[in-house]
């Protein structure tokens, strides 16, 4: 059994996006920089060393870390709980609860057609 001190999270594991702190431009790992070579999977700190940044042509070291993009939070040994939800990525799950309150509103919106 691992020590629960050391597990990192699912977030904590994926690859890291940087942003360019000039020009708000997002380095993706999984996508990469086709225009510039790169291939997807490349990981920020495996660039070349003379990549620029694609929009302002800044060097490596005006970007900051920003985590990692769609990936769930929590660990691994968890995500298993929860009725599947611990398996969505923020943006499903913002998407979830926000969708459902939307479907309250229309549904309580609705009773006024009711005479």
Known sequence: MSDPANEQTLAEQAP???ECRVCGYVYEPSRGDSNSGVPSGTRFEE???DWRCPVCGVRT???ENVGSKGTPS???SNL???LGVNRLTPGQKNLLIFGALAI???FFLSLYSLH
């Open 16 to 18: 890291a996006c940087y």
């Open 47 to 49: 660039l070349p060393t």
């Open 61 to 63: 070291s005006q970007f």
């Open 74 to 76: 929590g660990f691994q």
């Open 80 to 82: 298993s709980y929860g």
């Open 104 to 106: 309250a509103v229309l």
